[in-house]
C-alpha cells in the first residue's frame, strides 16, 4: 500500500519562501497523480496543485497560480510543492494524497484521492 509522509513545513513571513516535500514509499509509472491539499482552521480541505507522475502535467488553484510550483523526482520517490510569495491566507496543514479516478487533476476534488499522509503545518505571519 501506497504511503506518503510530507515535510518541510514552519513558520515563514509574508513574502517568504517554503518548500513542501511529499515522499512516497514508491512512484512507479502510471496512470495516477500527487495532488496537494491545504486545510485552514475552521475550512473544508482545498486543492492546491496536482501532478501527473507518468506525464509531468500540473495543474493548481487560482489561489495560488504564478506563485507554488508542483514538481516530482521519480528517482527520489518525491514530489514537491514550492511556496513563494506566501501570503497568510496560505497558512494550514498541507496534506499530499494519491488520484484514485481518472483526470483527478482537473479539478484536484478531495473526493478523488486517497492514501493521505499526515499534514504538514506552513504558519504565514508575521
Known amino acids: 500500500q501506497l504511503q506518503l509522509v510530507e515535510s518541510g513545513g514552519g513558520l515563514v513571513q509574508p513574502g517568504g519562501s517554503l518548500r513542501l516535500s511529499c515522499a512516497a514509499s514508491?512512484?512507479?509509472?502510471?496512470?495516477?497523480?500527487i495532488g496537494w491539499f491545504r486545510q485552514a482552521p475552521g475550512k473544508e480541505r482545498e486543492g492546491v496543485s496536482c501532478?501527473?507522475?507518468?506525464?509531468?502535467?500540473?495543474n493548481y488553484a487560482d489561489s495560488v497560480k504564478g506563485r507554488f510550483t508542483i514538481s516530482r523526482d521519480n528517482a527520489k520517490n518525491t514530489v514537491y510543492l514550492q511556496m513563494n510569495s506566501l501570503k497568510p491566507e496560505d497558512t494550514g496543514v498541507y496534506y499530499c494524497?494519491?488520484?484514485?479516478?481518472?483526470?483527478?487533476?482537473?479539478?484536484?476534488?478531495?473526493?478523488?484521492?486517497?492514501?493521505w499522509g499526515q499534514g504538514t503545518q506552513v504558519t504565514v505571519s508575521s
Open positions: 494524497a494519491r488520484s484514485i479516478r481518472a483526470a483527478a487533476c482537473v479539478t484536484i476534488d478531495r473526493e478523488d484521492f486517497g492514501s
Open positions: 501532478i501527473s507522475i507518468s506525464s509531468g502535467s500540473t
Open positions: 514508491w512512484l512507479t509509472l502510471g496512470y495516477y497523480a
